[in-house]
């Protein structure tokens, strides 16, 4: 079909993550006439917030997934280094919205598009001060990294045992600091792994030297200027170099204040990605977006959702007509040794779970339809299951070999059409 775009239109994406990235990847297929505007705040081109454990483990540079020519090849104004304070949409059609940076200048819209992702976060007193290390952003990463490998820092607490904060932990102890972590649960990563398989992951970590102190409460981070320390609910202070708050991840919406974008934790969008504003659109770890499995709406902060989301509203912006269907939970431990991947929910009204070619399989049924898994060790089915998952389909006697060592790797997989 023909773009509805009109040639002086002017397109701005705050944010050049994932999200904004595949947003103007998937826009140019079908227009490039349009003027894109992509503003980041970092002083980078776009990047991987998941492959930064790699930059700073290996040195590589796989994190700067898109090469210096891509703003040209993609005809894209970008503007590293720029800041966004307030967002003033229009008020009537036909009328250009406005951004406001910081210094005071102005940048007029036809279409915006919200993606400037997220922060790690913990709700405590104290997360906001300065030394509380924010390791979703490259430039504060770096800066933190720099200090470890100049001996100005040697040893770290990590509040929070999620998915985050054990890669974290994992980055760190290989650079040589020493490393505690605390959890105020009786297992580490509780929103994705049950208790086994949580486990695996506690003495992996052990062994790598980390450690994790669970069923241990923080109260508050400590200090006058600056983050020295934190107070756990016992009344110990524990002192650190670094200190790092991974309970969560909030979404960086402070510049959306007072713009009239509606929000709760995340950013409220429709079916289509669109917020309450007109001709505002949005996209990766700011959006509450709804699961695919259970309707629910909230932040899902992985790159693949951010990758789809922006997919979705790069389509929309040339015209076509395409609704989100959701976004996927998931997540994967690559370096702790042990691979780990979970994906889905972690109950179901039938369980199967056991050992697998010497790694351990958890799998979750609900009315004969797989709802979620977790591997560990052996990730090979990985494929075949998430395609279970999101066909939602009974599975009929294919359930009788979903613990099979083999399952996803022969004929029996392809002849069910997976």
Same mark, same amino acid.
Request: aromatic residues 6%; hydrophobic residues 45%.
């Given at each position: 079909?023909?773009?509805?775009?009109?040639?002086? =239109?002017?397109?701005?994406? /705050?944010?050049?993550?994932?999200?904004?990235?595949?947003?103007? =990847?998937?826009?140019?297929?079908?227009?490039?006439?349009?003027?894109?505007?992509?503003?980041?705040?970092? #002083?980078?081109?776009?990047?991987?917030?998941?492959?930064?454990?790699?930059?700073?483990?290996?040195?590589?540079?796989?994190?700067?997934?898109?090469? #210096?020519?891509?703003?040209?090849?993609?005809?894209?104004?970008?503007?590293?280094?720029?800041?966004?304070?307030?967002?003033?949409?229009?008020?009537?059609?036909?009328?250009?919205?406005?951004?406001?940076?910081?210094?005071?200048?102005?940048?007029?819209?036809?279409?915006?598009?919200?993606?400037?992702?997220?922060?790690?976060?913990? #709700?405590?007193?104290?997360? *906001?001060?300065?030394?509380?290390?924010?390791?979703?952003?490259?430039? $504060? $990463?770096?800066?933190?990294?720099?200090?470890?490998?100049?001996?100005?820092?040697?040893?770290?607490?990590?509040?929070?045992?999620?998915?985050?904060?054990?890669?974290?932990?994992?980055?760190?102890?290989?650079?040589?600091?020493?490393?505690?972590?605390?959890?105020?649960?009786?297992?580490?990563?509780?929103?994705?792994?049950?208790?086994?398989?949580?486990?695996?992951?506690?003495?992996?970590?052990?062994?790598?030297?980390?450690?994790?102190?669970?069923?241990?409460?923080?109260?508050?981070?400590?200090?006058?200027?600056?983050?020295?320390?934190?107070?756990?609910?016992?009344?110990?202070?524990?002192?650190?170099?670094?200190?790092?708050? $991974?309970?969560?991840?909030?979404?960086?919406?402070?510049?959306?204040?007072?713009?009239?974008?509606?929000?709760?934790?995340?950013?409220?969008?429709?079916?289509?990605?669109?917020?309450?504003?007109?001709?505002?659109?949005?996209?990766?770890?700011?959006?509450? $977006?709804?699961?695919?499995?259970?309707?629910?709406?909230?932040?899902?902060?992985?790159?693949?959702?951010? /990758?789809?989301?922006?997919?979705?509203?790069?389509?929309?912006?040339?015209?076509?007509?395409?609704?989100? &269907?959701?976004?996927?939970?998931?997540?994967?431990?690559?370096?702790?040794?042990?691979?780990?991947?979970?994906?889905?929910?972690? *109950?179901?009204? &039938?369980?199967?779970?056991?050992?697998?070619?010497?790694?351990?399989?958890?799998?979750?049924?609900?009315?004969?339809?797989? /709802?979620?898994?977790?591997? /560990?060790? *052996?990730?090979?089915?990985?494929?075949?299951?998430?395609?279970?998952?999101?066909?939602?389909?009974?599975?009929?006697?294919?359930? *009788?070999?979903?613990? &099979?060592?083999?399952?996803?790797?022969?004929?029996?997989?392809?002849?069910?059409?997976?």
């Amino acid at each position: 079909m023909a773009s509805s775009l009109r040639p002086s =239109e002017r397109i701005v994406i /705050v944010g050049a993550g994932p999200a904004g990235v595949s947003v103007v =990847e998937t826009l140019r297929l079908y227009n490039r006439d349009s003027e894109v505007v992509m503003l980041s705040s970092e #002083p980078y081109l776009p990047y991987s917030p998941p492959a930064m454990v790699d930059h700073f483990l290996t040195g590589s540079g796989s994190h700067l997934w898109r090469s #210096p020519e891509w703003p040209a090849q993609m005809q894209v104004d970008y503007r590293p280094g720029t800041i966004v304070t307030a967002v003033e949409p229009a008020k009537e059609s036909g009328e250009r919205g406005r951004l406001v940076l910081e210094g005071g200048q102005e940048l007029e819209y036809d279409r915006l598009v919200i993606a400037s992702g997220s922060r790690l976060y913990a #709700p405590l007193p104290g997360a *906001d001060l300065p030394g509380v290390a924010n390791f979703k952003s490259l430039s $504060a $990463a770096e800066a933190l990294i720099k200090r470890v490998k100049s001996g100005a820092a040697n040893r770290a607490v990590i509040v929070g045992a999620g998915f985050i904060g054990m890669e974290i932990a994992l980055l760190l102890t290989e650079l040589g600091v020493n490393v505690q972590q605390f959890e105020m649960l009786g297992q580490v990563m509780p929103a994705m792994l049950d208790e086994h398989s949580a486990r695996f992951a506690l003495q992996a970590m052990l062994q790598r030297g980390v450690v994790v102190q669970l069923e241990t409460k923080v109260q508050a981070f400590i200090g006058e200027m600056q983050a020295e320390g934190i107070l756990l609910e016992s009344g110990e202070i524990v002192r650190a170099d670094i200190l790092i708050a $991974a309970t969560g991840v909030r979404p960086n919406l402070d510049y959306l204040a007072g713009s009239g974008v509606a929000q709760r934790w995340g950013v409220m969008v429709n079916d289509h990605l669109q917020t309450s504003a007109p001709g505002v659109y949005a996209a990766g770890d700011v959006i509450e $977006a709804p699961d695919k499995l259970t309707g629910e709406a909230y932040v899902h902060a992985i790159f693949p959702n951010a /990758v789809e989301q922006g997919r979705v509203v790069g389509l929309n912006l040339a015209g076509f007509d395409v609704r989100y &269907e959701g976004a996927e939970r998931m997540n994967s431990l690559k370096h702790l040794g042990l691979p780990i991947l979970a994906a889905g929910l972690k *109950d179901g009204d &039938e369980v199967l779970h056991g050992r697998v070619d010497g790694g351990w399989r958890t799998l979750y049924l609900r009315q004969e339809r797989l /709802v979620g898994y977790q591997l /560990v060790g *052996d990730i090979r089915a990985a494929g075949a299951l998430r395609s279970l998952l999101n066909r939602q389909q009974p599975l009929g006697t294919l359930k *009788d070999h979903l613990m &099979e060592y083999n399952f996803g790797q022969g004929s029996l997989v392809w002849a069910s059409g997976i």
